[in-house]
């Protein structure tokens, strides 16, 4: 069973900033592209930033300018930096990798904007 270990949720007040981290295996942190996705109370998850095995990255509309998602080969970990951080945040954030016909989840972390 491959696991990702996600760590960093929390709370914080708007415009605070969290990092949030996910280990992975090396054996899936070099090949796959590994994403965020978060998803609210009664919503669909949904895609937040992706970054490939080469380093090209993806963000949503929603973070573009806010959110920087960044990988450490040596420490096999791929990390979300989150500032300006909007009540509208607020979610489960789950980590995940990926490539053509393997799809995996982290357990997911509580991200709460809130004063």
């Known amino acids: 069973q491959v696991r990702l270990v996600e760590s960093g949720g929390g709370l914080v007040q708007p415009g605070g900033s969290l990092r949030l981290s996910c280990a992975a295996p090396?054996?899936?942190?070099?090949?796959?592209?590994m994403g965020w996705y978060r998803q609210a109370p009664g919503k669909q998850r949904e895609l937040v930033s992706s970054?490939?095995?080469?380093?090209?990255?993806a963000y949503a509309d929603s973070v573009k300018g806010r959110f920087t998602i960044s990988r450490d080969n040596a420490k096999t970990t791929v990390y979300l930096q989150m500032n300006n951080l909007l009540p509208e945040d607020t979610a489960v954030y789950y980590c995940?990798?990926?490539?053509?016909?393997?799809?995996?989840w982290g357990q997911g972390t509580q991200v709460t904007v809130s004063s």
């Open positions: 090396g054996s899936i942190f070099f090949r796959d592209t």
């Open positions: 970054i490939t095995s080469g380093g090209n990255t």
């Open positions: 995940n990798a990926r490539r053509p016909g393997f799809d995996t």
